[in-house]
T-cell receptor, first 112, second 114 residues
Framework: DTGVSQNPRHKITKRGQNVTFRCDPI?????LYWYRQTLGQGPEFLTY????????KSRLLSDRFSAERPKGSFSTLEIQRTEQGDSAMYLC??????????FGPGTRLLVL | AQKVTQAQTEISVVEKEDVTLDCVYE???????LFWYKQPPSGELVFLIR??????QNEISGRYSWNFQKSTSSFNFTITASQVVDSAVYFC???????????FGTGTRLTVIP
């Protein structure tokens, strides 16, 4: 399978705990994106990497959120001190030379 | 500022009917890209089509067709002879040239009744 993969697919955590999600983009895709999708809404942009450089962050990305892409391959998104409002689907996408973003299956987070 | 409006929140059709999903966009850029994605119940966003602002040719792919009209800032999506497997949420999205993100509409939930 050469698509975008995300782990875990589901995560249930208690308020105040830290969580980390992983995204493996399509091989050789140098651009990687994170989005958040809440119920009944379209995905909203969080952050963007070109290779290992984080080039853009949305104002949605509060200081409790941090994303990395240490070797320009996989990426991690960490949420510290989770809040109930963080409950959402977190989607990762990658792009190669074109403009089309290919999405992974998402990580569904529930904060109790 | 960019904006994508999908006015139809939910649509239900009976199998084999044709259905059109509307998308209206706003952008100040002259170069931009428009997309449609399908999100089945499993949650994964499936890419359907990309159009750039300089290509107003309509496109047909099997039962799917897209009508891009810059004059009305619309990029509508038609499914002919709908099938139950078409049931999903469909998102229209916009990307401006040089931007690093897609801006999505709120989606249209399509239910095809057998």
């Amino acid at each position: 399978d050469t698509g975008v993969s995300q782990n875990p697919r589901h995560k249930i955590t208690k308020r105040g705990q830290n969580v980390t999600f992983r995204c493996d983009p399509i091989s050789e895709h140098n651009r990687l994106y994170w989005y958040r999708q809440t119920l009944g809404q379209g995905p909203e942009f969080l952050t963007y990497f070109q290779n290992e450089a984080q080039l853009e962050k949305s104002r949605l990305l509060s200081d409790r959120f941090s994303a990395e892409r240490p070797k320009g391959s996989f990426s991690t998104l960490e949420i510290q001190r989770t809040e109930q409002g963080d409950s959402a689907m977190y989607l990762c996408a990658s792009t190669g030379r074109g403009e089309t973003q290919y999405f992974g299956p998402g990580t569904r987070l529930l904060v109790l | 500022a960019q904006k994508v409006t999908q006015a139809q929140t939910e649509i239900s059709v009976v199998e084999k009917e044709d259905v059109t999903l509307d998308c209206v966009y706003e952008t100040r850029d002259t170069t931009y890209y428009l997309f449609w994605y399908k999100q089945p119940p499993s949650g994964e966003l499936v890419f359907l089509i990309r159009r750039n602002s300089f290509d107003e040719q309509n496109e047909i792919s099997g039962r799917y067709s897209w009508n891009f009209q810059k004059s009305t800032s619309s990029f509508n999506f038609t499914i002919t002879a709908s099938q139950v497997v078409d049931s999903a949420v469909y998102f229209c999205a916009l990307s401006e040239a040089g931007a690093n993100n897609l801006f999505f509409g709120t989606g249209t939930r399509l239910t095809v009744i057998p």
